[in-house]
């Protein structure tokens, strides 16, 4: 069973919208649901999906129909749960659980990102369910940025559990027509925590093919910033004769990245350590490739030096004070 959420809106008109259905959804493993509130001009468009590994996701679409500017303040989306799923496991550095009662419970990340602190899967079930035993539910909100996952229960509701990105003040502002689309809010049902569906979907998507870990050397504690071209190659020949997979080619291959203060955030190949010819960073990958195995290249697109062309170039990127 699936419950639309809390919808909060401001516009002309401030208060909750009263929304009508503007069509009857169709049975499918897609439904979409159409509601709109004429007097305070607000479109909502819902969305449910059951896919073939047996998750449903949900997400909502908000569109201004008014002339004025429609500011989304907060949306949050959530599945209905029964009365038996008495207890919440979150797992912000190790597991928590706690009961779940009356009240609400909001787990939110708002680093920007999801950071250490993050649960990023909220379950409930009944109490004392383990890895394999207890009917458990759970969501997880598939957004990188600013974000709340949460479990309520109010003496004349059913239980829910959901969550949603979270806004700032002025952070949505819509015209006319515009819309906002929130993330999707993912569900999943079984008997204990195993999650494999949700695992089975992600590789799915993604076109996958699961396969054993490969076995990966990575130069950095090797040569740190040294990187040189009959240096790696006699590292890769190394690497063949002791069961390698995978040669990964670590920091110092871009920009200025000479040392750990500039260049970072530059991901342009260094022709001052890489000229072209035959012993450019291609000339090197060839060799590895060559040899059997795998050819990786580390980067860390989330950091940036203040010493870098990019910083220079596009400082309103920079997640700063």
Same mark, same amino acid.
């Given at each position: 069973?699936?419950?639309?959420?809390?919808?909060?809106?401001?516009?002309?008109?401030?208060?909750?919208?009263?929304?009508?259905?503007?069509?009857?959804?169709?049975?499918?493993?897609?439904?979409?649901?159409?509601?709109?509130?004429?007097?305070?001009?607000?479109?909502?468009?819902?969305?449910?999906? *059951?896919?073939? $590994?047996?998750?449903?996701?949900?997400?909502? /679409? +908000?569109?201004?129909? @008014? !002339?004025?500017? &429609?500011?989304? #303040?907060?949306?949050?989306?959530?599945?209905?749960?029964?009365?038996?799923?008495?207890?919440?496991?979150?797992?912000?550095?190790?597991?928590?659980?706690?009961?779940?009662?009356?009240?609400?419970?909001?787990?939110?990340?708002?680093?920007?990102?999801?950071?250490?602190?993050?649960?990023?899967?909220?379950?409930?079930?009944?109490?004392?369910?383990?890895?394999?035993?207890?009917?458990?539910?759970?969501?997880?909100?598939?957004?990188?940025?600013?974000?709340?996952?949460?479990?309520?229960? *109010?003496?004349? $509701?059913?239980?829910?559990?959901?969550?949603? /990105? +979270?806004?700032?003040? @002025? !952070?949505?502002? &819509?015209?006319? #027509?515009?819309?906002?689309?929130?993330?999707?809010?993912?569900?999943?049902?079984?008997?204990?925590?195993?999650?494999?569906?949700?695992?089975?979907?992600?590789?799915?998507?993604?076109?996958?093919?699961?396969?054993?870990?490969?076995?990966?050397?990575?130069?950095?504690?090797?040569?740190?910033?040294?990187?040189?071209?009959?240096?790696?190659?006699?590292?890769?020949?190394?690497?063949?004769?002791?069961?390698?997979?995978?040669?990964?080619?670590?920091?110092?291959?871009?920009?200025?990245?000479?040392?750990? $203060?500039?260049?970072?955030?530059?991901?342009?190949?260094?022709?001052?350590?890489?000229?072209?010819?035959?012993?450019?960073?291609?000339?090197?990958?060839?060799?590895?490739?060559?040899?059997?195995?795998?050819?990786?290249?580390?980067?860390?697109?989330?950091?940036?030096?203040?010493?870098?062309?990019?910083?220079?170039?596009?400082?309103?990127?920079?997640?700063?004070?």
């Amino acid at each position: 069973t699936v419950a639309a959420g809390k919808t909060y809106v401001m516009g002309e008109k401030d208060g909750y919208p009263n929304w009508s259905v503007a069509d009857e959804p169709k049975q499918t493993p897609t439904v979409t649901v159409t509601a709109e509130d004429e007097e305070q001009h607000v479109k909502l468009i819902w969305t449910c999906e *059951l896919d073939e $590994t047996g998750l449903i996701r949900q997400n909502a /679409e +908000v569109v201004n129909t @008014g !002339e004025g500017q &429609l500011e989304v #303040g907060k949306i949050e989306l959530a599945f209905t749960v029964p009365a038996d799923a008495n207890e919440i496991l979150t797992t912000t550095g190790h597991p928590q659980r706690q009961d779940f009662t009356l009240g609400r419970f909001a787990k939110a990340s708002m680093a920007g990102r999801p950071d250490f602190d993050a649960t990023l899967l909220l379950s409930v079930g009944e109490k004392g369910f383990g890895f394999t035993h207890g009917n458990v539910y759970s969501a997880h909100v598939a957004w990188s940025g600013n974000s709340v996952l949460s479990a309520e229960r *109010l003496p004349y $509701t059913s239980g829910v559990i959901g969550g949603g /990105e +979270v806004l700032f003040g @002025g !952070e949505i502002s &819509l015209a006319n #027509g515009e819309s906002y689309t929130t993330p999707w809010l993912i569900g999943s049902y079984g008997e204990g925590l195993n999650i494999r569906r949700v695992h089975r979907d992600w590789l799915a998507e993604h076109n996958i093919a699961p396969k054993p870990r490969p076995v990966i050397l990575n130069t950095w504690e090797a040569v740190y910033f040294n990187h040189d071209y009959d240096t790696l190659t006699a590292l890769a020949d190394k690497a063949v004769e002791s069961g390698v997979e995978r040669f990964v080619v670590d920091d110092g291959w871009f920009g200025s990245r000479r040392d750990d $203060t500039s260049g970072l955030g530059d991901w342009q190949i260094s022709q001052d350590v890489w000229p072209d010819g035959d012993k450019s960073l291609k000339a090197l990958a060839d060799y590895v490739h060559g040899k059997g195995l795998e050819f990786g290249l580390w980067f860390e697109p989330e950091m940036v030096n203040p010493d870098s062309d990019l910083f220079r170039a596009h400082p309103a990127w920079v997640l700063k004070p």
